[in-house]
């Protein structure tokens, strides 16, 4: 279904080619093989296969994206193959919108020492967080927006201000994807952006999706620019890349990003 997933995970070595991703070329180094096993295990189609039977090397997923978060891998096909994230919080681990069901994301998230919360981005990338949310007892959190999309939701935030969520984790309403899209930002530092925001590997630069933008780009365009006021160093991203630069460098490109949305 061409969700970009594998690409996002393997750049250069999985590549766009008649409508769907397809190897460039057959892994050729230990990196390229390791993205090449990110790319099986997180294909929501299962399109991704070896020619024998052979086990993961260790280490696949969770992969560390910077300190202290990791992308879980086992992307959700009833997502659109979105990814999704988890917060290793002294307070209580948080997971970033849900992978599909699976034993391999049960197990990390036990060894993470269980899950507090799941923080939903927008109504897309929901996935099997309910059934995460009832084996952990974990709260869910997600937009009034966009809430019937998750019914099982603890909770709702209400309005389109910053909300502090802890005391090191924020929620920023970015209505534009959808009504209720929000992002996260974790320590001044790790802004998890669902589809609001991602990086694109072809460009080497931010990028935002209005051939996938549900209820205004206008308001999109918005959103973003309010986010200029925010410092941060990683774009976590549901669709798209994930990329870590410095402030400054992620102020200025999200400056010429909203510009190009004009």
């Given at each position: 279904m061409d969700c970009s997933a594998a690409r996002t995970v393997a750049p250069g070595l999985i590549v766009s080619g008649g409508g769907q991703s397809v190897f460039?070329?057959?892994?050729?180094?230990?990196?390229?093989?390791?993205?090449?096993?990110?790319?099986?295990?997180?294909c929501p189609t299962a399109s991704v296969t070896t020619e024998s039977r052979v086990t993961p090397p260790a280490g696949v997923f969770p992969e560390e994206m910077a300190q202290g978060v990791y992308r879980l891998g086992y992307n959700a096909k009833s997502s659109y193959g979105a990814h999704s994230f988890l917060i290793r919080r002294p307070?209580?681990?948080?997971?970033?919108?849900?992978?599909?069901?699976?034993?391999?994301?049960?197990?990390?998230?036990?060894?993470?020492?269980g899950l507090s919360d799941i923080l939903l981005t927008h109504e897309d990338d929901?996935?099997?967080?309910?059934?995460?949310?009832?084996?952990?007892?974990?709260r869910v959190w997600?937009?009034?927006?966009?809430?019937?999309?998750?019914?099982?939701?603890?909770?709702?935030?209400?309005?389109?201000?910053?909300?502090q969520v802890?005391?090191?984790?924020?929620?920023?309403?970015?209505?534009?994807?959808?009504?209720?899209?929000?992002?996260?930002?974790?320590?001044?530092?790790?802004l998890f952006t669902g589809d609001s925001l991602s990086w694109s590997f072809a460009a080497n630069d931010l990028n935002a999706f209005r051939d996938f933008c549900w209820y205004s780009w206008a308001e999109q365009r918005r959103s973003l620019a309010r986010l200029l006021n925010t410092n941060f160093e990683w774009v976590l991203a549901g669709h798209g890349g994930s990329h870590g630069a410095p402030a400054e460098e992620m102020r200025s490109r999200l400056q010429a990003l909203v510009e190009r949305m004009k």
């Open positions: 460039a070329r057959q892994p050729g180094t230990p990196d390229e093989l390791m993205m090449a096993w990110r790319a099986r295990l997180l307070d209580g681990a948080a997971m970033v919108d849900a992978p599909r069901w699976t034993k391999q994301v049960v197990s990390a998230l036990e060894e993470a020492g929901v996935a099997d967080a309910d059934r995460y949310a009832k084996h952990f007892g974990a997600i937009h009034e927006a966009d809430r019937s999309a998750a019914p099982f939701a603890t909770r709702i935030f209400e309005g389109f201000d910053p909300i802890y005391h090191d984790l924020l929620a920023i309403p970015v209505p534009g994807h959808t009504k209720g899209s929000v992002v996260y930002l974790w320590n001044d530092r790790c």
